[in-house]
């Protein structure tokens, strides 16, 4: 069974910073398509940025934000620098298998972030 544990939301003044991480267990991660997703009040999921044969960003967090992970840790991070208010949302870890018989999601259970004054 794959678990993902997020961490490190919180209420941050604009131009703060944060790091998340999602522990992850359960799967050999180093397989797997890992990234960050959010989801704002009255608004869809959308990318933030996922890892996996290549690092692709969302065009709203390129240059303010790094995904990284450690494959032996099971663990995906997300450095965010530069936070503004629109960066508001729930952040949720994603744990994506592509396999021959069809792709596998995992989600975490999201950690709050606010960027406010």
């Known amino acids: 069974q794959v678990q993902l544990v997020e961490s490190g939301g919180g209420l941050v003044q604009p131009g703060g910073s944060l790091t998340l991480s999602c522990a992850g267990s359960?799967?050999?991660?180093?397989?797997?398509?890992m990234g960050w997703y959010r989801q704002a009040p009255e608004n869809q999921r959308e990318l933030v940025a996922v890892?996996?044969?290549?690092?692709h960003y969302a065009d709203s967090v390129k240059g303010r934000f790094t995904i990284s992970r450690d494959n032996a840790k099971g663990t995906v991070y997300l450095q965010m620098n530069s936070l503004k208010p629109e960066d508001t949302a729930v952040y949720y870890c994603?744990?994506?298998?592509?396999?021959?018989?069809?792709?596998?999601?995992?989600w975490g259970q999201g950690t709050q972030v606010t960027v406010s004054s």
């Open positions: 994603n744990a994506r298998l592509n396999t021959d018989d069809g792709r596998y999601d995992y």
């Open positions: 890892s996996g044969a290549m690092i």
């Open positions: 359960g799967a050999i991660f180093s397989s797997y398509v």
